[in-house]
């Protein structure tokens, strides 16, 4: 399997070939990121194909040698804000399982309570947008604080700061319903 950066630099040569390959590495992960981010699956395939629409009308900006992902992860989450600005706020609407990001289960492992599950992305919907995307970055895609930074165009301290309230956030108010539960 050839590295994102060398397709591209083919693609940005004029190989189609590669950016069907480029395609088929990146469009599955970064559909599950604007899945998150939008909270909508229909919303999200849209602004996946929006995405590389930008992304083949910028190819000539692409700085040959420099890693792909985050230039293509930032121009997904452009393209997510934009898209929230026009819509001038995101929807959330977690009572609908068509609009909850796919979650692959283990064999042998067993799902979580489809009530906590959804008092989690109801959290996490609560929170503000850019507190939003660092804790989806970091914990949910697994994205290091510097690489969550480079897609996000901030830096890492700021993406530090962004994740901890973030964190802090869903903690109190994951927090405040099992303290009504208990009582």
Known sequence: MAEPR????????????????????LAPRLLGYLVKMARSRPLAEDLLQ?????VHR????YIRGADPVPWIYAIAHRTFIDEA???????????????????????????????????ALDA????????REAVVLTKLDGKSVAEAAAI???TV???????HRG???????????SAKEAG
């Not at 799902?111 to 906590?116: E, G, L, V, W």
Request: no cysteine; glycine share 6%; proline share 4%.
């Open 6 to 25: 060398d397709l591209m630099a083919s693609y940005v040569d004029g190989d189609a070939s590669a950016f069907r390959e480029l395609y088929a590495q």
């Open 50 to 54: 929006q995405t590389f629409l930008k």
């Open 58 to 61: 910028a190819r000539s900006a």
């Open 85 to 119: 600005r026009k819509q001038k706020r995101a929807v959330v609407d977690a009572s609908d399982p068509e609009t909850l990001p796919d979650v692959a289960v283990e064999a042998g492992e067993s799902r979580a309570d489809p009530d906590a599950v959804k008092h």
């Open 124 to 131: 996490l919907a609560k929170l503000p947008e850019a507190q």
């Open 152 to 154: 996000a165009g901030t």
């Open 157 to 163: 301290g700021a993406m530090k700061v962004r994740a």
């Open 167 to 177: 964190y802090e956030a869903l903690r109190s108010l994951l927090g405040a319903r």
